[in-house]
């Protein structure tokens, strides 16, 4: 869950809100009904409520959301923003919005429940003829050099050899592992490719459960290649964009997908990348083949999010849709838990029930609130 400081520094990022808040003024209308929805601490609900909107439902699981109750009431807005701390996926609105807000993207747009949040919410919120921002985004891709990050994935592993020890596996997995540029940004002049769109979205509009496309792109600067950046250019509404482009400062930093071993790049030589991702942007894979001047490839290399991920058998028995489980102990004590949730009993009480010699019940209250938050009312 995102802390308030970092809602503060979301707010901070000048291309971002820039975009958007020129969108609303342009989008949002005098007696406009708007859903700022993930709100978070409500700039978005602030900005609508600014341009007229009659009024605004804040929408966030995050109790940060409480706090654009708060700010509304110190800009004079008290009258028009409603706080509705609450998963979209559980709120009624009284009404059809004309105009709904998000930004719910991670480092990149395909996360977690976002797309389909989005088709949920135009769906059942938005009024015909109303308004999603963000419209629309395009994923990109490009090799660049990124020594610094490469050299830190890999490094570890060097310390076990010096030892004595093979680490080929731990770096394996290693370097199939997706990860973003947050401590070390990749600067415009670390692109050593074009750059190429392999994948665009249409937001409130039902999407495939999986991008993938194979993308060729042409060496602009000779180096060496460390793995493929991807970001995507934003359309908040027609006319009105922003990229998060290497080189520029954006809240969201940059997914980078390792090569297995960097390549040198001369300027004109061209690669096919194949990339795919899945709607909630859980589990990549990424082809690379460096091709040589005659057309053979002269480096390849396939790659996948899976092959980063240690685990056993059992496990993958377990998360296969043709697994029958049955309840673990602790499954039981959640269902005897839930069936004396009856609307009499305290907390308190509850936890007392739960308590065993290896149950304190400190832990027990801690287990029953939890229990109580994501399935109590
Ligand atoms: C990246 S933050 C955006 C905060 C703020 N709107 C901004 O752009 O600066 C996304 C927020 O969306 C919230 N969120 C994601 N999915 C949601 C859903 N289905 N219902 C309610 N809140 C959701 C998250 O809790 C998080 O606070």
Redesign the pocket.
Known sequence: ??SIVS?GH??L?GL??DA?ARAIASTVKPGDVVV?????????ALLAARAGARRVHA????P??WLARDLAAENGLADRVEVHH????D?ELPERANVI??????TFPLY???VA?LVDVKTRWLAPGGTLLPARDRFRVALVEAPDIWRDLESGWRYFEDRGFAAAAARASTLNTPYSDSDRAIPASHVLTSDAIFGEIDYGVPFAPTVERTVDVTTKRGGVAHGLCIWFDATVVDGISYSTAPGNVV?YKRTFLPLLEPVRLEVGEQASLTIRVDVRGRRWAWDTEIRAPSGGARARFRQASFLGEPTSPETMLRESAQFSPSRSEKGERVRRLLEQMDGKRTVAELAQSLVTPSLQEQDALDDVREIVARYGR
């Open positions: 869950m995102y809602f979301m707010a990022d971002r809100m958007y700022d929805l993930g709100a978070g601490p409500g700039i978005f929408i966030d699981v995050n940060a959301v609450a998963s979209s996926w709120v807000i998000s930004d719910l993207r991670g977690e429940g976002h949040t809240t």
